[in-house]
């Protein structure tokens, strides 16, 4: 572990529930500084990051004017949970909060992931050939994208559930600004930031299915990080109660 190394992970009080099973699984694995970035959560969750870390309280410098143009009924509704477009205003400032990362070298992990391992080979990584590192969707997903035309041609969609990068990244202002801009009705973060590396070019640094593995296939051995995405929330929700 590098000084100036360190996780973020953004919360809101709709998903602040995560929080205790987040950090329980996140302390068993691993000891890197956490910065809570906070998206609107309650008193009593943020006096709990407090106590864990630091907290940062998102700033923003204009109106998020894309959550205002949520994308037509169709295709996303068939491939997203119900109630996506009320999230998808949280999601979408995923970015702005990287930018407001306290790290020199930072992974941000979703609080609905489990870590399962050492995360540090991600940090590892990081500032050698590119400046971000991310895990690209399961290839049958890349299937579902491409016949659905979420995807351009030759485009790659990346999970945004954990994203190592390095301050100053281009890659992460750049998936700030086309955020910010509100021209375009991306479902979700990962869609504007896969797009972004797509249009720019940008090298990205392609780790294993390991490091973000889907709650709903079959686990293997090694797994890192697995992420429950989707419905796998409702599934979390359930072995809690």
Known sequence: MKEGDGVIVGCDEKAEW????????????ASYPV?????????????LCEE???????????????????PEEGVYDLMFEPGFRESRYAWLKKPLACLQSPFERTVW????????GKIDPIFEKLGSVADIALVPDRPFMQEVYKKTQTILEGEVMYNSGVVGFVKG????????????????TFPGDQ?????????????????PLLYNWC?????????????????GKKWLKKQAS
Do not use: N, Q
């Not at 910065?35 to 006096?47: H, L, Q, Y």
């Not at 869609?191 to 780790?207: G, Q, T």
């Open 169 to 184: 990244s281009t890659t992460i202002k750049e998936w700030a600004d086309i955020i910010l801009e509100g021209k375009h």
């Open 109 to 116: 992990i979703d609080l609905d992931c489990r870590v399962e």
């Open 18 to 29: 995560l929080l205790p099973w987040w950090w329980r699984h996140y302390r068993a694995h």
């Open 52 to 70: 864990r870390g630091r907290v940062v309280t998102l700033e923003l410098d204009k109106p998020l004017l894309v959550a205002e143009t949520a």
């Open 191 to 207: 869609d504007a930031l896969s797009r972004v590396i797509f249009i720019h070019k940008l090298p990205v640094i392609e780790l």
């Open 35 to 47: 910065a809570f970035i906070d998206f609107g959560m309650s008193k009593k969750a943020r006096k």
């Open 215 to 231: 709650w709903a296939d079959p686990p293997v051995p090694g797994i890192v990080i697995t992420h429950f995405m989707g419905a």
